[in-house]
């Protein structure tokens, strides 16, 4: 029986020490900008969102073991005017009143190229589907570095119902990039 004690114990303190050694970072729109770039009509647009939470935690000396949640605001999508924000946030693309949040989990990372190939679940709009994101991070004494970028398929997800379901008219392919400076949470 006191062999088994010492085991336990022995395993509870190793998991502590594992604990102890993952570092989590926090970030939001105050901690850089995460934006995104389309096609409408054969013209470019550039948006970003105003309001999402970054989480990232992660072994000191693993990045591949870090696990990666973004949450946006759905509602904060801009393009600097007005038109063109009410039509995100309606019914057609984003549906920000039925569906507030998108999120993306990842805790698949692979090295890859110069950075980064995270694997993770993009949930928006009601439908959950793989979502790869290259990123990079920069760590320093109490903050994490991190930018990046993704390809998202938005009619992958429904957005774009009626006229903005064709992509001629809205390219089917956005750019989305990111570039943050996380804060260590304590």
């Known amino acids: 029986m006191a062999k088994q004690g010492l085991i336990v114990l022995l395993a509870l303190g190793l998991i502590a020490v594992a604990a102890a050694e993952e570092r989590c970072y926090h970030g939001n729109a ?3 900008e995460l ?18 939470e970054v989480r990232v935690c992660m072994s000191a000396d693993e990045p ?3 696990r990666i949640e973004v ?18 946030v309606d019914d057609e ?7 507030p949040q998108a999120v993306w989990i990842s805790e698949d990372l692979e090295s890859h190229e110069d950075g980064y190939l995270a694997t993770g679940e993009l949930s928006l709009r009601g439908v959950s589907a793989s979502q790869p994101v290259r990123l990079s991070f920069e760590p320093g004494d109490q903050t994490l570095g991190l930018s990046g970028g993704a390809e998202i398929m938005r009619l992958d ?13 809205i390219r089917n392919r956005v750019d989305l990039s990111f570039d943050l400076a996380l804060s260590i949470v304590e």
């Open 93 to 99: 693309l984003f549906a920000a009143e039925r569906y």
């Open 30 to 32: 105050d901690s850089g």
């Open 157 to 169: 997800y429904g957005v774009g119902q009626g006229e903005f379901e064709d992509p001629d008219f």
């Open 71 to 88: 949450t946006v605001e759905t509602g904060s999508a801009t393009v600097g005017n007005r038109q063109g924000d009410a039509a995100l």
């Open 64 to 66: 591949e073991s870090a």
């Open 35 to 52: 934006s995104f770039r389309g096609e409408a009509d054969g013209n470019r647009f550039n948006g970003r969102f105003r309001s999402f």
